[in-house]
């Protein structure tokens, strides 16, 4: 198994895949050449029901940023060099 995050998947031929998905749930799919499909993130095991290669274009969509980590505070003080 693997998984994505959401993408636009572009189908480039004609095909039939069954996926499995955690837990057993099963799903098969027809595509045609030319289709697109929003897909949303999961995991999942595919397998091509056909006898034929499949070609897609998958587009993985960016998630958003995680905040970065906060700086610990300094302990010493702030220091002004500029003073004469």
């Known amino acids: 198994m693997h998984r994505h995050p959401d993408a636009v ?3 480039q031929n004609d095909g039939k895949v069954k996926f499995t998905y955690p ?3 099963t799903e098969e ?3 045609k050449a030319g289709q697109t499909l929003f897909t949303p993130a999961d995991k999942h095991l595919p397998e091509n029901l056909t006898d034929n290669d499949m070609e ?3 587009i ?3 998630t958003t940023k995680r905040k970065p980590a906060k700086k610990p505070a300094s302990t010493s003080a702030p220091t002004n060099s ?3």
């Open 56 to 58: 897609v274009i998958l």
């Open 9 to 11: 998947a572009i189908f």
């Open 23 to 25: 837990g057993g749930k």
């Open 60 to 62: 993985e969509l960016k």
């Open 82 to 84: 500029n003073k004469q």
């Open 29 to 31: 799919r027809e595509m």
